[in-house]
């Protein structure tokens, strides 16, 4: 009996005990959790920003793979244009009744086409594919691109105009060109600079023909301009393209341009 008793002093004890705990951490008297919620909160902060930035991510990845599909779309297409350009080519060139004026048309759209398709590749190369308006960039430069091309396929009149270094002399358009190089890891990038006597001609492409020689091996490559490369305050144009050719000196290389070729069309 005795020790049922103690028991029931010892089991009222630990209740008084705990009741003052709880008593005690009710008032606030006692543990404090404020620390513990303001560490949840800032918790919850964090998850909320990481999530919002995976969000803004994928986002990006989307926007950009967009971008990248309707540019494959674009290139495919130009190729299925130039294909059949070719295919009438080929088709009137084996007709001696053909019209000569006509396939001569018809391969300059080509020649344009490529030149469209040069400068649009130039500046692909030339995007900071880590911007955050990478993807903004390109659906732009697509745009104008697809814009450049159709412009040329549904042309009714097309005009091939070629200046000469040999007959600078000769023509009234190009004032000067000038050339620059320098490379990039390791490989030349060549720039040309277009400077014109009066106006700029009417012309939607243009296409540099130079030449390249590194240690007496000489290459020919040409770089192509679109009108959007005008610099209206010192009417010339500029642009640039890099090249898969080794520079390792630059005082080993020599460069030189050969022709301008111009395209107009409507």
Known sequence: MKKKLFSCI????????????????DNGSGYDDSALVDRIEALE????????????????IKNQATAITALQTSITELQTAKTNLEEQIASLEDDNTAN?????TLKTKVEALEAANANFQQQIDALDTSSDTFAENLTKLTSNYNSL???????????RVVVT??????????????????KTDNLAVIG???????????FQLATCVTQITVNQQTSTVKISLTRADLDTSTK???GSQVTDILMPDES????????????TFY
């Open 192 to 202: 040309c600079n277009i400077e014109y006597i009066d106006y700029p001609p009417l």
């Open 149 to 159: 091309t159709a412009s040329v396929q549904n042309a009714t009149h097309i005009e």
């Open 45 to 60: 902060d964090q998850i909320k920003d990481q999530q919002d930035t995976i969000n803004e991510q994928a986002e990006t």
């Open 236 to 238: 010339s144009i500029t």
């Open 100 to 104: 000569k004026t006509e396939i001569t």
């Open 252 to 263: 080993t290389t020599n460069k030189d341009w050969k022709e301008i070729i111009f395209y």
């Open 165 to 182: 270094k040999e007959k600078l002399n000769e023509q009234s358009v190009v004032k000067n060109v000038l050339l620059t190089l320098t």
């Open 10 to 25: 010892l089991l009222a004890v630990f209740a008084c005990v705990a009741l003052f705990s709880f008593a005690a951490c």
